[in-house]
């Protein structure tokens, strides 16, 4: 079965510097999805993205973050300038129609760990 | 608003025994989707179940089973005689375009 993929799995990082997240989502999926979850917490929506837009996102979602699709497979994640705060699992997800009145799934990668030091 | 509460945030039990994990949702939808989810200590999410709104008939996977009750907005899950791999986090979500989640429940089951 596809799989949502998400590399790295763990990523170390300075505070202050810049960090790209990277997922190749389902190859005939057409929405994206960036959540988050700081450990011990719930899992947080940050961004969705369709057509090469972003379609929502969450009051987390500030001019720190910025999401890309740099070609035809990759959906990318970026932190400008990174704080403690940000460390947290990055979950990517894709699906090919959106809506909650889809019956198709949003499927989620593993995450990456990101630890901000 | 759309939000999903699960109240129970720790739940321990011994093996073998039955565990009901509660979710309480509000949605101003008239259809919609609801989820489980585990997250073993590994981290990633693993998709349990998936239900319309339209289905209220109660689903039986193996061990597993949840209750689906609109008239109390509620979506229960139980573990049937519980094993230590079901140690783990539970999310119940709903789908709003975006997953919204609940705080989780975390699940110990003791030898």
């Known amino acids: 079965e596809p799989e949502v993929t998400q590399t790295p799995s763990h990523q170390v990082t300075q505070m202050g510097q810049e960090v790209i997240l990277r997922c190749v989502p389902i190859?005939?999926?057409?929405?994206f999805y960036w959540y988050r979850q700081i450990l011990g917490q719930k899992v947080e929506f940050l961004v969705s993205?369709?057509?090469?837009?972003?379609?929502?996102k969450s009051e987390i979602f500030d001019d720190q973050f910025s999401v890309e699709r740099p070609d035809g497979s990759n959906f990318t994640l970026k932190i400008r300038s990174t704080k403690l705060e940000d460390s947290a699992m990055y979950f990517c997800?894709?699906?090919?129609?959106?809506?909650?009145?889809?019956?198709?799934?949003?499927?989620f990668g593993d995450g990456t760990r990101l630890s901000i030091l | 608003a759309q939000k999903v509460t699960q109240a129970q945030t720790e739940i321990s039990v011994v093996e073998k025994e039955d565990v009901t994990l509660d979710c309480v949702y509000e949605t101003r939808d008239t259809t919609y989707y609801l989820f489980w989810y585990k997250q073993p200590p590994s981290g990633e999410l693993v998709f349990l179940i998936r239900r319309n709104s339209f289905d209220e008939q109660n689903e039986i996977s193996g061990r597993y089973s949840w209750n689906f009750q609109k008239s109390t907005s509620s979506f229960n899950f139980t573990i049937t005689a519980s094993q230590v791999v079901d140690s783990a986090v539970y999310f119940c979500a709903l789908d709003d375009d975006k997953i919204i989640f609940g705080k989780g429940t975390r699940l110990h089951i003791l030898p």
């Open positions: 997800a894709s699906t090919m129609i959106m809506g909650r009145w889809s019956n198709q799934p949003q499927h």
């Open positions: 190859s005939n999926h057409l929405y």
């Open positions: 993205f369709y057509n090469n837009e972003i379609s929502e």
